[in-house]
Structures are given as C-alpha cells and as structure tokens.
C-alpha cells in the first residue's frame, strides 16, 4: 500500500517514536480509542476508525514539523517547543501552540558542572565549553548572563552589546553527562528527573533553564481544526481520568455539609437519600493526590463506606 498517497485526506498527528513519552503516548492513543496498526519500522500509521495518520517522529522534531505546518497536532515536550521557538530567526512568530498540559514526562532542564570543580555558580562558564542538545535555549541562556539580554532581544536592540567572553556551545544528541568527563566540556545543559544519571557522572545541576513536562501541541496552521478538537476532548477525558478518581461514602444528614466541604466534587456533590432517614449517600470526583488526606477528613465527620473508585475516561467541564 502506498501509505503517502493516503496522507493527503487526512489530519496528521505526530507521536514520539522512541524515548521517555512514548509509552505514555501509546498509552494515551488507546484510551482515546485510536485504534492503529504501526508496521514493523514504519513511521506513518493510518488510524482505522478515523480520518488520521499518526506519523512517529522524535520528540525534538515534532516542534518543527508541527510549525512548518505539515503536522497537525503533536505530542511532545514542553523543552522542545521552548528549544523550537528559541531557534527561530529574529521576528518571526511560533506557529506551533500548547494546547493542554499532559501531565507524564516532567523534568528540568539544568546547568550542570562536575561535583568536585572549582564552578559553582552558571557566571563562572561564561567563556568556557558547554555542550547541549538544546542549543539554542542554551545560548539564550548565556547570551542573557554575557550581556543582560537574549540573543533575539540583543538583535532588534539598535546597540547590541558584545559580550567581553562569548560562551562556546557545542551540539550532541545524547548521552549529553559524558562531555564533562570526556573533556569535551566545562559545564552541560540537560534534562534531569530523578538526577540519577546526573549523581552518576559526577555532576551536580547550579541553575534550571526550563521545566517540562509532556504537552499536545497543535499548528496554527492546521485546517482539521473539527478533528483537532475531538482528539483534544478525547484526551482530555483520559488525563481527566487518570487525575480523579470517584469517591462514594455514606455520612449522617446531620454532618453532610461538614463532608461536601471536604468533598465539593467539580461541579458539586451527588447526594441520594439512603433507606435510613439519618443517613445519605455521596458521590464526588476526589484529586488522586488529596485522596489519602480526604479520607482522612471524612472519616473525621463519621463519614463510611468510604470507596475510591477507579475512572478510565471521563468528559466534564474545565
Ligand atoms: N529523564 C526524563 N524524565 C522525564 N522526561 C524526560 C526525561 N528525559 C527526557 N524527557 C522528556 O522526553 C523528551 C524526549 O526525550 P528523550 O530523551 O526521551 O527522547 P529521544 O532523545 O528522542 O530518545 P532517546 O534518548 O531514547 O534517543 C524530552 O524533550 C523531555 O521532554
Ligand atoms: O534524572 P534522570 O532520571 O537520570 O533522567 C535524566 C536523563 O534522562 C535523559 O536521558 P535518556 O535516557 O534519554 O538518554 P540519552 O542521554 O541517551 O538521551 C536525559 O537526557 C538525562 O540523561
Ligand atoms: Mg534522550
């Protein structure tokens, strides 16, 4: 099958083909109810109960192709579109646009010099060796600590200043933590979560450039806005999902308005009567993070019966 021919009818969605959000995304294509079939080291896949291609790309790519307006919607980090944006000629404007935060793939992208060097603060790598795969969010950086300014603020100025000392900034695509100890490199700029990989090359992080985390990206070019809209409302109600969880419990009539402060729900509480006249039933959507806590706080108003239930897709209100 000729998959290129049947890209042109329709929306292109791109998804990170390898890397730290790809299960994630994988994940949420399903609870969207995308149903595709990817071919073994093939990057366009036709979605079959719906008019799209899922085309896997890099998630430092997505940005681009997303911008150019080849891509209509993507999944991708907010460091890339950052980075994206940061690359752009002087003048011109980002067409890509953040539409929901995703929640998955957070972390911090830092300065970091070895442990046990004579650098403690970012000022003391002006001059010197830094490389980065985030290179032009990285020059920003340290054209803002040479001169005060950004590379593109420094530009439209009428007198750009010159730094004394310019920072070189070199390019690698990975495995970034070993410049330092190869010599290549004075002080990185890379992403940290748990700073395992970090501790491990013997370095430590002096200042955050950017946090990140996952997000659905769309091309202010597109012309699927229609089908944009119903694969964003689709993920939204997974992320929804993934974030309440449905919490029942009977309480006394008498302490019901004590238990529905604890539990005000998104739009407000359910509360059916029970068999017992004292006693009513109630249903809200809980914060999985304040879960533990809330039903601490209910059980504190003689709140039982208290159930958390698992969601797996949801449609409500913001
Ligand atoms: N350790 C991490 N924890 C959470 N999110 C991360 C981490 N590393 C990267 N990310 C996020 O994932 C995005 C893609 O980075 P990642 O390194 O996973 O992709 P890649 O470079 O294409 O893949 P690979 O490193 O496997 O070649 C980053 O831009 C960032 O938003
Ligand atoms: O703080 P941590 O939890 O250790 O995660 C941070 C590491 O994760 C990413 O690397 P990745 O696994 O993508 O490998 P790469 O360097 O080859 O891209 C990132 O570039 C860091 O090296
Ligand atoms: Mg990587």
């Known amino acids: 099958m000729d998959l290129v021919n049947h890209l042109s009818d329709r929306m292109l969605f791109a998804v990170p083909k390898k890397g730290r959000l790809q299960q994630a995304c994988l994940d949420l294509l399903s609870g969207s109810d995308i149903q595709f079939k990817r071919e073994n080291r093939l990057d366009i896949a036709l979605v079959k109960n719906l008019p799209i ?121 990975g495995s970034v933590e070993a410049a330092c100890a190869l010599g290549v490199a004075d002080g990185i700029v890379d992403l940290v979560e748990s700073g395992e990989t970090m501790r491990a090359a013997g370095l430590c992080a002096i200042d955050t450039v950017v946090e990140s985390t996952a997000v659905l990206v769309k091309s202010k070019r597109t012309s699927n806005q229609k089908l944009v809209n119903l694969i964003t409302a689709r993920i939204k109600g997974v992320i929804q999902a993934q974030r309440y969880v449905l919490c029942t419990y009977n309480v006394p009539r008498s302490r019901l308005s004590e238990a529905t402060k604890i539990t005000p729900g998104k739009r407000a509480p359910t509360v059916t009567s029970l068999d017992e006249p004292d006693w009513v039933a109630v249903s809200a959507m809980v914060e999985k993070k304040e879960l533990a806590t809330v039903m601490d706080r209910l059980e504190d108003v003689q709140a039982t019966d208290i159930l958390a239930t698992a969601l797996i897709n949801s449609r409500t209100t913001a």
């Open 53 to 173: 291609a899922l085309i896997f790309l890099p998630a430092a790519d997505i940005p681009t192709f997303v911008g150019e307006g080849k891509v209509d919607l993507g999944i991708t980090g907010i460091d890339q579109v950052a980075e994206h944006d940061a690359s752009l000629p002087y003048g011109e404007a980002s067409n890509v646009e953040q539409v929901m935060d995703l929640g998955f793939g957070k972390c911090k992208l830092q300065v970091q010099v070895p442990e046990k060097g004579d650098i403690k603060d970012a000022k003391d790598l002006i001059g010197k060796n830094v490389v980065t795969s985030f290179t032009a969010l990285t020059e920003d950086y340290f054209a803002r600590l040479e001169t005060g300014r950004t590379r593109s603020e420094s530009i439209s100025g009428t007198m750009s200043p010159v730094p004394k000392l310019k920072t070189k900034i070199k390019f690698v695509g």
